[in-house]
């Protein structure tokens, strides 16, 4: 996710370093991965909303469309790396679904 924070920011030979540490068996390969994202608009309302966003989260806000890139980044790595990888989306569903769906996942994954 580093990686593919930074390719949004034009960053691009970080690819270079992924395949690196790909290729020394320098990454940690879990069985399952979540992946958390959110819609656009809920992500940027949560940041004007939340008294612990950080200048980092509200660049965001003037830049929206790094937000949605950084999401599709994170995903194409995971595929890239062919990780198994469940993708969650935190604005349509609570807290609480999420962590059920989490948990679901884990416990079909275990069988």
Same mark, same amino acid.
């Given at each position: 996710?580093?990686?593919?924070? @930074? ?5 691009? *030979? ?8 790909? *290729? ?14 959110? =819609? ?5 309302? @949560?940041?004007? =909303? ?20 950084? =999401? ?30 989490? *948990?679901?996942?884990? =416990?079909?994954?275990?069988?």
């Amino acid at each position: 996710s580093i990686i593919a924070y @930074r390719e949004i920011h034009g960053f691009q *030979n970080d690819v270079i370093l992924l395949d690196e540490y790909i *290729n020394r068996g320098l990454l940690i390969n879990p069985d399952l991965t979540f992946l958390l994202i959110t =819609q656009l608009e809920v992500a940027l309302e @949560r940041i004007r =909303q939340s008294e612990d966003s950080t200048s980092l989260d509200r660049m965001f806000l003037d830049h929206p469309e790094r937000f949605t890139q950084m =999401q599709e980044s994170i995903e194409k790595h995971l595929l890239r790396l062919n990780r198994r990888f469940i993708t969650i989306d935190t604005g349509i569903y609570t807290i609480e679904s999420c962590l059920e769906t989490i *948990n679901k996942a884990i =416990q079909l994954f275990l069988l």
